[in-house]
């Protein structure tokens, strides 16, 4: 028996269902209930309503139509089984095949497979007719019949080359595929008597949530039908005959076109699915529940023209002409996802606002691909209960997307970042002990040992490379194990310098990172070798119980699962040996394909992805990311598909799946539905178009509905005023953009000082020398630091994973100071030491430039012995009285002759300043009491003028112009928070200013430089 049940609401479907099963309980109570549907998400959906009808709910089975029909082959004659061809299998098969192409039938495959990469070429080309065979065995099996007698059907050169391979395929597993086993099955079941397969078939079987199907699935369904119970519930747009409606292009050519546009823009497959049910089934009995809804809105008045197929239900007024913008079908045009996603939300907290009854299991959020837009989620709904499905496993698994990344890093430059990274993971580090504090130091260590990329320098030289050390893994850690043995960095022992920073409990961190590193070297030594698939799942399982020992249990099933099909099941169809990259290629492309549906319907709100086939009601959808090119996807066959180039009715077509789904998801909505794309440039503000079918459903609902301006444009930021000024359509419930749109709002405060007055600092008639140095180095960071305890730390830029080709201005600073003070005490700098230290140019590069480097260093120090200095001194005790002051503290760099203070690089911060101790005092109370670098711009200038120069600026203006440049700077944040805002400088440089430079400076300037 084959009964049909019909509606335009699934609700409608689930009551046929829960009516059947109380009706009609199955014989035994330890039967089986029997579904086929096509999605995990209606498997959950269809659950749920059932426990909710009956309270206890349990004894039940959903199935795929592949494996379902599969099993049941196998319990109709124990010798159809078709686990030969399962595509997994099928793929390693032809790969195999596919390095054995001796026929000219194969020359496009070989010409194709010639050059560089052909290993992964071969994979991925294997991948693909997999794919294609798995398609033709259901939807082309009269196709393959006729080649296994020598015939074609098409007779191109595509067709040739596919029949010679598939009849290679079949050589090995015979000719019995998939599609051939069903037929034979269809026959056993048309031929035998209504009944007589029925104690090998469950009782009852329900398909629901299936809107399309192969000709073949119908056939079997129809054959299956005669032998045991078989309902088939239909979501039906319509429920009058609409197959026969004419297509858009046709209709346009159609005066007299009377159904709905709708229904002939999106229901294509729906079309020729009732088509197929006409010519390949026929019902017993063909129950129907449409329904019409009230007619309240402008989303219930479109899904009954829908459900009638017109534009005016029958016996109704025409409601056409009247109907006005509401909120039930909402489109809201944004500039990026990000407030795609903050739009998305400020519209759920409105509906929920305005609907006390309304809960979040009651709304759910479809993307195209949600796994684009978690990110975005993640950050706008923290504060929302909700759940995320159809993420793809390597996204749900972190030890899985570990373990790839692993084997991808071992074959790589070894990276720095990349290395960090990997370790860095939650699901590795506690395998080698670490904690996150090791981490932090182990980072530490790496950065000052400056190790960039490479495993050494044999690694080196093995990527065509000169074989240098520097810079690479093995020379940062043999430094490290050296220093921790030896305790300290005098001199080579064994050519290895010693790095002396670890000591005590930091070698547990050093330990750890050691053996994560031996681990990636190792990795990259014996998988670069290729290998069969059974020694590869051998070997790959071992470096997984190296890598994750702490991981998850689960996760590690999961890959554990992966690893055991190339040691065992695959291994069976495959003996030659491939490469990591196609390994890694195929794991990559497993967990891709298997999406969890974990985060489907938990009472939150969920967030999935539109995949075809689940048609299920909810009182609000929200559809994200409705763009052009995004959805409806586009198909993207190889060129060599055959049913690409000759299409039959039932063929599946992704365009078309999503077209329909789309008007699935409108029949689906039971109060609002809100939609959402980018449709404004982020960097122009220009207009970009929606997905085709918004646009189609906005044109309908503009000729035929009279509704216009049914597309809200949001602003670029989340904290425009018009959210908040009334405009209509537009509204916010963020707090903190409020507060933002109305400081922007508000009228600009006059240029003021951020800081202004002075603050009662503690009187110290007692001065440290090194205080008043540190004063007067930066005036401005000393009184942020010392009396306000305000520190900025600026932002650094991470080193590039490459070694040095030039020398770090701040690296070098700190360098050269190091060799000049070095060569004043008559010691010598080596090129070897710094190379070794990674701090240096490597090879020959580095020994010319140190030669060149040394040059100029003699020549600046010789200038300082030119002094004649005389032989260093002892620092000397200072406790002197001044007026009112007592400074105490050592004199440093004495000579015998004299005093020394050099800088080695332009003159920023002079050392001639260390008497003003007024000037101290008053910069602890507010911190405009001295600018050191307008200072020096100041004198230097005038200085200039002075002596002829025939500038047009005055000094104080050059000295403006310099503060104004410094407070722009990143490396200045103390000047940047203090001046920022301040248009006229001449509130800071004054007066006070002036006169300090010309009294106290200029003098001892002018002074320093007639000699």
Known sequence: MFILHSSNKTENLVAHLTAVIENAPLASPFEKEIFLIQSQGMERWLSQQLASHFKVWGNYQFLFPDKFFSSLAQKIDSSLNDATFDRNLMLWRIEALLRRLDSNDFLPLKQYLSGENSSLKRYQLARQLAQIFDQYQIMRPDMLTAWQKGDMLYHTATETWQKALWLQ??????????????????????????????????????????????PLFLSYLEGLSKHCQLHLFLLNPAQTFWADLASKRQRTNDGSFTGHPLLSTLGQQGREFQEMLLEH?????????????????????????????????????SLIGSLQKDDSISIHACHSRMREVEVLKNQLLYTLENDPALELRDIVVMAPDIQVYEPFISAGFSDIQHAIADRSLRLSNNALDAFIRFLNLSQSRFGWQSVLDLLEQPVVYPGFDLSETDLELIKYWLKDTHVRWGKSAKHKRELGLPELN?????????????????????????????????????????????????????AGAELKQQKTLKTWGTQLYYYADQLLAEADPVERQQLNELLTELSADL???????????????????????????????????????????????????????????????????????????????????????????FLEILLSTRQKLIITYIGQSISHNETIPPSVVISELLEVLEESYQLSDLITWHPLQPFSPRYFNGTPDLFSFSEADCETARALSAPKPASALWWQGTITAEAENVIELNELFSFFRHPQRYFMQRQMDVRFNGIEAEA????????????????????????????????????????????????????????????????????????????????????NYRLIGKLTNRYKNGSLFYRYADLKEPNLLSAFLDIYRSGNNAPNAFFVEAALTYVKHTYKLENG??????????????????????????????????????????????????ILLQPLWNATHQL
């Open 571 to 661: 291994a069976d169809v495959h003996n030659d040996t491939v490469e990591l990259q196609v390994i890694i290629s195929w794991l990559e492309d497993r967990v891709a394909e298997r999406k969890s549906a974990n985060g489907f319907l938990r009472g939150q709100l969920t967030f999935c992805s539109m995949l075809p086939m689940r048609s299920i009601p909810f009182k609000v959808i929200a559809l994200l990311g409705m763009n052009e090119g995004e959805f409806p996807k586009i198909d993207r066959n190889p060129t060599f598909d055959l049913l690409t180039r000759n299409f039959r009715k039932g063929d599946r077509s992704r365009r078309a799946d999503d077209r329909y789904q």
């Open 281 to 317: 089934v026929q019902f017993d009995f063909e129950p129907e529940s449409f329904e019409l809804s009230e007619a309240s809105d402008n989303l219930h008045q479109l899904q009954n023209d829908i459900l009638n197929n017109r534009l005016n239900g029958p016996g109704e007024m």
């Open 169 to 214: 395929i079949t050589a090995q597993t015979g000719n019995k595929h998939r599609g051939s086993l069903w037929l034979d099955v269809i026959a056993k079941f048309n031929a035998a008597k209504e009944g007589a397969f029925s104690q090998s078939l469950p009782e009852r079987i329900s398909v629901f949530g299936i809107n399309t199907m192969p």
């Open 949 to 998: 120069n025939r500038a047009s600026k005055s000094a104080l203006d050059v000295a403006k112009e310099q503060l104004s440049r410094a407070v722009q700077q990143p490396y200045e944040p103390e000047l940047k928070r203090l001046y920022h805002n301040v248009t006229d400088l001449a509130q800071i440089l004054d007066e006070t200013f002036e006169q300090q430079c010309q």
């Open 470 to 522: 520097e810079n690479t893994w093995q020379a940062s850690l043999d430094r490290l194990l050296m220093g921790y043995a030896v305790g300290n960095d005098a001199d080579f022992i064994g050519d290895v310098l010693p790095y002396i920073d670890i000591e005590g409990s930091s070698a547990l961190a050093l330990g750890g990172l050691c053996e994560f590193m031996q681990l990636l070297f190792k």
């Open 800 to 883: 590039e994973e490459r070694e040095p080709f030039a020398i770090d201005k701040m690296e070098g600073y700190s360098l050269y100071h190091e060799w000049i003070q070095k060569a004043l005490n008559g010691t010598t700098v080596s090129v070897k030491k710094l190379q070794a230290q990674g701090r240096w140019l490597s090879g020959v590069l580095g020994e010319l430039e140190f030669d060149r480097q040394q040059e100029v260093i003699n020549e600046f120090v010789g200038r300082i012995k030119a002094k004649n200095l005389g032989e260093p001194l002892e620092d000397l005790p200072v406790d002197i009285k001044i007026e």
